[in-house]
């Protein structure tokens, strides 16, 4: 999973919509088979080597974009904060970042990936739902796409005796983390560099990963060599190209738009759980998965009348 930015309309550089919502619609599928190289990696090594290899070799390619900013900038940045501040943010971003994934790949191995990608979808609604802390209000839509998204996670997950599965619960609180680093990258986007925020907090979580899996788990060179393909997908595809394609979509999409885009791994990360996996939904599961899907577009649509306005 990859979150969006949140942006202001009026930072959206014109251009032609449909090549970017294109490259957004990619990324969303990247990111929703991505679900599917999770669990696969899953029979072979623990969850934080998972994330500390991945995201290790996912940091590698935000390299280039830094040296690209240097060089525009004629090897100097004017805005650029202090380097405690540069690193106290790479921290925070990537420490959240951890967060999210872990309690995500944790719940992988307890769920199926088409339900882990619904339900960290919900981060779209419980975003404008934390902004209650810095008094930002959501509309009636975000309420409405709300208790969807909640009637929905009900029929997914919670079973006929009133109880949640582990990993659909690990998920979840997730999910929050998810929406905390959406909220925390928004506000850090516009003071430092793509490039070098990226690679920082790919780093951070790659190192709290490392440390948190040399407590917690037997880590095994033949393991990672084993997983090695659901590992280099998860690094060069899914952190890599993905995140590059969602950047340069979103430089011409509305933020509200690039967010029901991207809302969509949800549904290919059902599809690869059941083209690959062979993974099966349930008649009220599916029910749950559409109004988890119908809540995260219709917390965006009053947003996206919005921007369209301006």
Known sequence: MAPTRPERASEVVPGRPLVSESLLLLASAIWGFAFVAQRIAMDHIGPFTFNAVRFALGSLPMLPLIALARRRNGGYAPDRPPLRGL??????????????????????????????????????????????????????????????????????SVTEHFTIGLGDSLVLAGAFFWAGHVILVGWLI????????????????????????????????DGIIAAAGPILYGAF??????????????????????????????????????????????????????????????????????????
Not at 205 to 216: E, I, K
Request: a positive charge.
């Open 87 to 156: 690193l106290l943010s790479g921290l925070a971003a990537g420490a959240l970042l951890y967060g999210g994934a872990s309690l995500q790949q944790l719940g992988i191995v307890h769920t199926t990936a088409g339900k882990a990608g619904f339900i960290t979808g919900l981060y779209v609604i419980i975003v404008p739902i934390l902004g209650l802390l810095w008094r930002m209000h959501p509309g009636p839509s975000v309420w409405a796409g709300a208790v969807l998204g909640i009637v929905g996670l009900f029929l997914l």
């Open 190 to 221: 516009r003071r430092i560099d793509v490039g070098t925020l990226a690679f920082l907090q790919f780093t951070t979580c790659a190192v709290l990963s490392f440390l948190t899996a040399l407590v917690v788990e037997d880590i095994r060179i």
């Open 237 to 310: 595809i899914s952190v890599g190209i993905a995140y590059t394609l969602q950047l340069i979509g979103q430089r011409r999409t509305p933020p509200s738009r690039a967010a029901i885009i991207l809302g969509l791994e949800a549904v290919f990360a059902a599809v690869g759980g059941w083209a690959i996996l062979n993974e099966t939904l349930s008649s009220r599961a599916l029910v749950g998965c559409t109004l988890m899907l119908a809540g995260v577009i219709v917390s965006q649509l009053r947003l996206r009348r919005r921007a369209v306005a301006r």
